[in-house]
């Protein structure tokens, strides 16, 4: 059962976009713009891919409970998990999507690397990331009080997987202790139903942790409703306040005061009495006039500065 799709993500993609065609960002800035725009295509085509193969076995199903895109914030810590699967036995299944379709190595001991330009780079172990988002998610599952039978709470079991491309090349250490889950996303319902092939209801433990659908759909929603979308501030991230906001002389055209009847300019005594078209806070008379000196990209409105660097 499909509780929550993934969070739609076109209007950071738009906002990079209107960024690498602003005229006063850098082409420094906009090599490193460009390369977050790739990596967040990328990032969103292999979550896309990941939630088919999850909600091709799992919408239908009653047993199995699916929340796409959760970002949880609990006491002070923000997690942000691709996917989270549950079951009757309350076997909660946290995934995390990686691309890696250049290749992943992990060396002897632990250690993470993938590939670019044909060179061997070292980046964050995608393991420990996920088990912090467990961590979150246990305190989330606190939050929102779990279960209880013959007056004894239920604990849900946690499984960390990492799911990556099916066009990934592993290279897996050849160490026995080394259990992390990693799988490509195509083979995860394959492992899946393996690992739970190995419980056995019968044992007295299993038996006693079955829930019905309706109680485990509802712990899905009360986790849902601690979800708070995220916003991702790129002016800010790329530090292009100063470039954006940065104040221009004005070049007066002598009819550009009709373009608008309704925010003309008048004296300047009056200057605070314009409001940004779009988020209606008042603006000073310099700039509602380089929106009206600009009419081709503003289309003869103002806007503040904010709104501006975005468009």
């Keep these: 059962m499909l509780i929550k799709s993934a969070d739609s993500k076109d209007s950071q993609i738009a906002i990079l976009q209107n960024l690498l065609s602003h005229e006063r960002v850098s082409a420094e800035k906009k090599k490193l713009l460009e390369k977050q725009l790739r990596n967040l295509s990328i990032g969103i085509a292999t979550e896309k891919q990941a939630a088919f193969e999850i909600d091709f076995y799992a919408a239908p199903s009653k047993n199995l409970f699916v929340i796409h895109d959760l970002r949880l914030e609990i006491n002070g810590r923000v997690a942000q998990i691709d996917h989270v699967l549950m079951n009757r036995l309350l076997e909660v299944f946290v995934l995390e999507t990686k691309s890696f379709s250049t290749g992943l190595a992990i060396n002897d001991r632990g250690e993470f690397s993938t590939f670019y330009d044909g060179k061997e780079v070292g980046i964050p172990s995608p393991v420990e990331q996920n088990a912090r988002h467990i961590s979150v998610l246990k305190d989330a599952f606190k939050a929102i009080g779990l279960p209880k039978r013959l007056g004894i709470?239920?604990?849900?079991?946690?499984?960390?997987?990492?799911?990556?491309?099916?066009?990934?090349?592993?290279?897996?250490?050849?160490?026995?202790?080394?259990?992390?889950?990693?799988?490509?996303?195509?083979?995860?319902?394959?492992?899946?139903?393996?690992?739970?092939?190995?419980?056995?209801?019968?044992?007295?433990?299993?038996?006693?942790?079955?829930?019905?659908?309706?109680?485990?759909?509802?712990?899905?929603?009360?986790?849902?409703?601690?979800?708070?979308?995220?916003?991702?501030?790129?002016?800010?991230?790329?530090?292009?306040?100063p470039t954006l906001l940065r104040k221009e002389p004005i070049r007066v055209v002598a009819d550009e005061t009709k373009i608008d009847s309704d925010i003309s300019p008048t004296k300047d005594k009056e200057e605070t009495k314009y409001f940004c078209a779009n988020c209606k806070k008042p603006i000073v008379q310099v700039v509602a006039k380089y929106c009206w000196n600009n009419k081709q990209r503003f289309g003869g409105k103002a806007y503040c500065r904010t709104c501006q660097a975005k468009m």
């Design 153 to 241: 709470t239920l604990q849900p079991s946690f499984h960390s997987v990492i799911l990556v491309s099916p066009k990934a090349l592993i290279n897996r250490p050849n160490i026995e202790n080394f259990d992390a889950s990693i799988i490509k996303l195509d083979q995860f319902f394959s492992w899946y139903n393996e690992k739970m092939n190995a419980v056995s209801l019968k044992d007295t433990v299993g038996i006693f942790k079955v829930c019905s659908s309706e109680t485990v759909k509802s712990l899905g929603e009360k986790l849902l409703s601690l979800h708070k979308p995220a916003y991702v501030d790129y002016i800010k991230s790329f530090d292009l306040g």
